[in-house]
């Protein structure tokens, strides 16, 4: 059973930044696409970034393309979110996921319902 850990949410200002964090423990295999979805109050949860397993590729919705960035640690058991210059439109419970396919994220719009392991959230909060 795949474990992911997110932190780093918190309550920022607009044009503020944080980073967030995913940590993945007790992988039956070292493959995965990892990434981030998002999720406001009272809408569907949509896909932020992904990253594939070496890293080669990076994904982006284009409400956060240029603002975002994702990354991970060399040993791809950690994927990070940077985020900049947020806005109370990212207000949201974010959401790391990984995926066996590794190829999950490449598509446009990646879809939340199919997901094979999620991390619990962590809420990010962005105040005027």
């Known amino acids: 059973q795949v474990q992911l850990a997110e932190s780093g949410g918190g309550s920022v200002q607009t044009g503020g930044s944080l980073r967030l964090s995913c940590a993945l423990s007790g992988r039956t295999t070292n493959y995965y696409a990892m990434g981030w979805f998002r999720q406001a109050p009272g809408k569907e949860r949509e896909f932020v970034a992904g990253i594939s397993w070496m890293g080669e590729y990076t994904y982006y919705a284009d409400r956060v393309k240029g603002r975002f960035t994702i990354s991970g640690d060399n040993a791809k058991n950690t994927v990070y979110l940077q985020m900049s210059s947020l806005t109370p439109e990212d207000t949201a419970v974010y959401y790391c996921?990984?995926?066996?396919?590794?190829?999950?994220?490449?598509?446009?719009?990646?879809?939340?319902?199919?997901?094979?392991?999620w991390g619990q959230g962590t809420l990010v909060t962005v105040s005027s």
């Open positions: 996921a990984a995926d066996r396919d590794l190829n999950y994220f490449s598509v446009s719009d990646p879809d939340y319902n199919g997901v094979d392991y």
